[in-house]
């Protein structure tokens, strides 16, 4: 990984540090043009602070005593996606006819617990994260059916589950983690799901695979510090190494900016702020210490500011101040 010449310079500051759960924050976004913030709690509350005279204040709760297991964002739609313990996937919107977020039931349980949940970039395809498979779901008349299980084989002895998974740009693909370190990619062919390559290069149990929704990249993460960034051969259609980066400590979050010329990767209480350049390397810009873990972290449409959420319930927001 090539170090950034301007490495030591700030150009993220911290401008707020606040309580914002009594629990995990699963998500935190921007919403509405970047001057509201609404944070998400594993077993708390849907909280919306509003941004007035450049100072982020409590405005509401949006939903109470939520019980969940995970959480994504629909940028095509600006709604949230959540699935709660035993199953059930909501939506959360915000209606601009009554001024507020609503919530609405889109999937009733099956009795599988949701590990994670990813969208692609139109919002009309969902893949899950299952303990033994994942399931890929098609929205067909405003109904979410399912159209494919990809279910991956393994002898009796090996013990092997999946961790996490993401739907890439055009939606042709799926990258699926497991314990064992490999990430499949499934890719559909004729309108079935197939695997189509699998990635071996990782050493522990993949914590989060994301790709880019601008890009053909992809970027794997593992309990044992490994951040590899693949990235699509043009030609063969498969994806290749383009770097890898060494942390001492297990990686849990991988978030791209809106264009995706920005990574941020959570790590510890730490995240690592780098950047594409030109000539397709990566660099790193910064590193930004937080409180406690990170959980999830969210950066504006501008890339000018950027908010943190936390194991312990603290939200973090960062101004940029660079040149």
Do not use: P
């Given at each position: 990984m090539q170090q950034d010449s301007k490495n030591?310079?700030?150009?993220?500051?911290?401008?707020?540090?606040?309580?914002?759960?009594?629990?995990?924050?699963?998500?935190?976004?921007?919403?509405?043009d970047d001057t509201n913030i609404i944070s998400i709690g594993k077993d708390d509350h849907f909280i919306k602070l509003e941004q007035q005279n450049k100072e982020w204040a409590l405005k509401e709760v949006v939903l109470e005593n939520q019980q969940l297991q995970c959480c994504t964002f629909s940028q095509a739609l600006g709604s949230?996606?959540?699935a709660h313990k035993k199953g059930q996937i909501d939506q959360l919107s915000y209606n601009q006819e009554q001024d507020k977020w609503v919530s609405k039931t889109i999937r009733e349980s099956e009795g599988n617990q949701i590990l994670e949940l990813q969208l692609n970039n139109t919002s009309t395809r969902m893949v899950q994260c299952l303990y033994d498979f994942a399931v890929a779901l098609e929205n067909q008349n405003q109904e979410w059916v399912e159209i494919s299980s990809l279910n991956e084989t393994f002898t009796e002895d090996e013990c092997i589950f999946t961790t996490s998974v993401s739907f890439n740009r055009d939606s042709q693909e799926i990258a699926i983690g497991f314990t064992d370190g490999h990430i499949s990619i499934w890719?559909?062919?004729?309108n079935e799901w197939q695997i189509y390559q699998r990635l071996e290069l990782h050493q522990g149990s993949i914590t989060k695979v994301r790709f880019s929704?601008?890009?053909?990249?992809?970027?794997?993460?593992?309990?044992?510090?490994?951040?590899?960034?693949w990235e699509k051969n043009q030609q063969?259609?498969?994806y290749e190494l383009q770097c890898q980066y060494q942390s001492?400590?297990?990686?849990e979050v991988i978030y791209f900016n809106l264009n995706s010329s920005i990574l941020l990767i959570g790590e510890g209480s730490q995240v690592?702020?780098?950047?594409?350049?030109?000539?397709?390397?990566?660099v790193f810009m910064q590193t930004i210490e937080v409180k406690d873990l990170v959980s999830?972290?969210?950066?504006s449409n501008d890339n000018k500011q950027l908010v943190v959420g936390q194991n312990n319930g603290f939200i973090s927001m960062f101004e940029y101040v660079g040149q």
């Open positions: 030591k310079k700030v150009y993220y500051q911290e401008v707020c540090h606040q309580k914002h759960q009594n629990s995990k924050i699963l998500s935190v976004k921007f919403v509405k949230f996606v959540y890719k559909q062919i004729n929704s601008s890009k053909d990249i992809l970027v794997g993460a593992d309990q044992k510090g490994n951040a590899i960034i063969s259609q498969k001492e400590k297990t990686i690592r702020i780098m950047k594409q350049l030109k000539d397709n390397k990566w999830c972290i969210d950066i």
